[in-house]
């Protein structure tokens, strides 16, 4: 593998319907120390391994069963693989820094969920958090997250119900992003497709976390 080949990996979007409100999202904070996006806040998972595939799988099978598990390493929330829903699949192009080809699935938390058990290695810490509430927290400062982060999370924070987000999830392509570059009035623009169910298409390049 050379060194900027994409690196296949799979993310877990964990939703936890409330009585009053938006669902909670399951997100962790990466290590500090680790080279990409040390610190951010992020979904659960991680690198596709060998032991991910089974048989005649094709990547995206895999690509669940990497979500499935590093969520569990990361957490300690189990979620059964057949759960688990198409969202969404990124891969950033024309960077210097690690990239990764990563899945985005959609599951339900499960009823009988106990408490969360982050793994010390893995992440700083294991939370329940809604997607607004996590928006305000990055625009003030308070925590950090790359592109693709922020715009799933604009994107989830539509949704009043894991039954909305599955249903929006299962009526738009699942297409990889691949964010490039525009110039408009004079400004750099990081942009991605606007027919993919994001409200939110672009962010000034000189804001953007990519790493």
């Excluded at 009053?20 to 040390?38: C, H, I, Q, S, W």
Aim: hydrophobic share 45%.
């Amino acid at each position: 593998m050379s060194d900027n080949e994409a690196i296949p990996a799979a993310t877990l979007v964990v939703l936890r319907d409330r009585p009053a409100g938006p669902p909670d999202l399951l997100m962790v904070e990466r290590p500090r120390t680790m080279a990409f996006a040390g610190g951010a806040m992020v979904f659960p998972g991680g690198r596709i391994d060998q032991a991910d595939w089974i048989n005649d799988d094709d990547l995206a099978a895999a690509a669940a069963r990497a979500a499935v598990r590093e969520t569990a390493e990361e957490t300690g929330l189990e979620v059964p693989l057949d759960t688990l829903v198409p969202f969404a699949r990124w891969r950033p192009d024309n960077v210097r820094h690690r990239r990764f080809d990563t899945f985005f699935f959609l599951a339900a938390a499960p009823e009988d969920a106990g408490p969360l058990r982050p793994q010390p290695g893995e992440c700083e810490q294991a939370l329940w958090v809604g997607a607004e509430a996590m928006l305000t927290a990055i625009a003030s400062g308070e925590a950090k997250a790359i592109f693709p982060t922020i715009r799933n999370l604009e994107r989830l924070a539509q949704f009043a119900s894991f039954a909305e987000a599955r249903d929006h999830a299962l009526a738009h392509p699942v297409e990889i992003i691949s964010p490039w570059i525009e110039e408009i009035d004079g400004e750099r623009w990081l942009t991605i497709p606007s027919h993919l169910g994001y409200p939110v298409t672009r962010e000034r390049l000189d804001t953007a976390m990519r790493a």
